[in-house]
């Protein structure tokens, strides 16, 4: 692939994805070069003491010729800068928790790129460079996913890669913070070293230009919107594949109906429901069976509801994705000596609230899921499938368990579901005194993402095997177009026998989840399902 090009304006979400998760190169566009190149050189002139007043005095340029946070009242001379920089950097790597997966932090990486080729953060393309050259040969740093408020950003887990992407003015440091290649854990100076990526001593602003952002909180919520919409195209396969095993009504699944009230998600689910039910000889099979339980009846209502959830947030992660979020910001066309103007968008709640949004999102569509999975192993629920689907070959328990294990995984959501943007504790001497709480929310809202996963693994699992039951014990019967693609793929990763225990099988399961294969061999027989970007 060609590689994405960093211009701090046009990342688009599947590049992060490429990125974080399949390796594709990164390089800095020529154009975002020269405007951080012409931002840089506005700083040193700060820092020199050559942007004055009209009284003739350098001006105060916050974290340049100022201290930090509350200390920003402290005038400090330029010969100080990097020692300031690297400071900052040292006393903000404070972060704790096991660390973040390395396809978060590539992400995070790209994302604070990003962020500086847009020009207005005052530091060196180098920066940016060096941090290209770290994702190019797989040098990731270890960076602890507790100890962010999310406001000023993301400043500990940020602080965490800026250990290993610079070094100390004095040579002190030679460790440089730990990194991992390959699998192996080594100390960040050691593995830059092994590839010849030269650590920067870092200049007026470097710091903040490091610490300064949401990156980490971006970097979970873009990528579990992209687990997101795979899992909501999974649970309409699953919801179709229950619905046969249920012998369901599908009179719901009128256009006409939902047309009456009109949300741009429920038609979306009512069109691939439609089309992944087609030419079912299961459906519609009960004589006189006029509705469901809302279980299925509601699937359009929820899974839409869902669906409307995840566009909105995605089109917030896209805005992050792209946004500048340094403080302060150089803004070179600013009418005025002083270019640098401090400002807040380094604030985490734009995508702090749309994680927590998303959260909800997910555990419903996981609760939603589960109840069908209750009805498919709960005999008179279930259309006369046999109690907890056990198999009259063979004494044994079914999946009696693996509902329990639902069951157990969506209470679990729904503690996780508690909206963590909701909740500020100040900080730094009362100059941060509120905060987001972002990075919590998105790291949760990973979970609970991955969580439902697995809720929805454990019903592919039971319509399955509820499908097969009545193809064996009802006679020949006709799957849609849809359905028996999906079974055809759950089959092929179960194998012939099974897995044997069913954590084997719900891994298996959610495996084809993950990674799209499910989907994609069904949207194969039936055509694209409905996206949710605007």
């Known amino acids: 692939m060609e590689p994405v090009r960093l211009d701090g304006m046009s990342l688009e979400l599947r590049d992060v994805v490429a990125v974080a998760r399949d390796g594709r190169g990164v390089a800095l566009d020529g154009a975002a070069r020269a405007r951080m190149e012409a931002s840089r050189a506005w700083v040193a002139q700060a820092a020199a003491g050559e942007v004055r007043g009209a009284d003739g005095q350098p001006l105060p340029v916050y974290g340049v010729n100022t201290g930090f946070g509350s200390l920003a009242r402290i005038r400090l001379e330029g010969s100080q800068g990097s020692a300031l920089s690297w400071n900052l950097i040292q006393s903000h790597a404070a972060g704790v928790g096991a660390p973040a997966p390395t396809d978060v932090v590539r992400a995070m990486m790209l994302l604070r790129a990003n962020a500086l080729a847009k020009g207005a953060s005052g530091c060196r393309p180098a920066l940016v460079e060096t941090i290209l050259a770290m994702l190019r040969h797989g040098v990731i740093p270890e960076v602890p996913t507790q100890g962010s408020c999310g406001s000023s950003g993301d400043l500990a887990p940020l602080a965490h890669l800026g250990l290993v992407v610079f070094k100390s003015p004095d040579d002190g440091d030679p460790d440089g913070g730990v990194a991992w290649v390959d699998g192996e854990r080594l100390a960040g100076g050691e593995a830059m070293a092994r590839f010849g990526i030269e650590r920067l ?152 609230i749309a994680a927590d949004h998303l959260k909800l999102a997910m555990c419903e569509l996981g609760a939603l899921s589960e109840r069908r999975i209750y009805r498919l192993t709960t005999g008179n629920l279930s259309a006369r499938l046999p109690a907890a689907l056990v198999s009259h070959d063979r004494p044994g328990m079914g999946l009696m368990v693996p509902q329990t294990t639902a069951a157990a995984l969506v209470s679990e959501n729904r503690s996780l579901a508690w909206p963590a943007s909701a909740d500020s504790i100040p900080t730094c001497e009362d100059q941060e005194d509120h905060v987001a709480m972002s990075t919590t929310a998105a790291r949760r809202a990973a979970e609970v993402v991955r969580n439902a996963r697995k809720v929805v693994a454990i019903e592919l699992l039971a319509a399955a095997s509820g499908i097969r039951w009545r193809r064996t014990h009802e006679g020949p019967v006709t799957l849609a177009k849809g359905t028996a693609a999906a079974l055809a793929v759950v089959e092929a990763a179960l194998g012939p026998n099974g897995k044997g225990a069913p954590a084997e099988e719900i891994v298996a399961l959610d495996q084809i989840l993950a990674d799209g294969s499910l989907v994609a061999a069904v949207e194969a027989a039936v055509g694209p399902l409905a996206g949710v970007d605007a």
């Open 201 to 352: 001593v870092p200049l007026h602003k470097d710091g903040l230009a490091m610490c300064n952002g949401a990156q980490l909180t971006t970097a979970f919520a873009a990528l579990a919107c992209e687990d997101a919409l795979r899992l909501v195209h999974g649970a309409e396969i699953a919801a179709a594949m229950s619905w046969e095993a249920l012998r369901g009504v599908t009179r719901c699944l009128s256009p006409e109906v939902h047309r009456l009230r009109p949300y741009r998600g429920s038609l979306e689910v009512v069109g691939d429901l439609g089309r992944l039910l087609a030419g079912s000889g299961l459906t519609d099979s009960i004589p006189g069976k006029v509705q469901d339980a809302y279980s299925l009846r509601c699937t359009p209502e929820v899974l839409g509801a869902v669906r409307d959830a995840l566009r909105y947030v995605r089109a917030q992660v896209r805005v992050e994705i792209n946004a500048a979020t340094d403080n302060p910001l150089v803004l070179l066309d600013l009418d005025d000596p002083n270019k640098a103007v401090s400002a807040g968008l380094f604030h985490g709640e734009p995508v702090g």
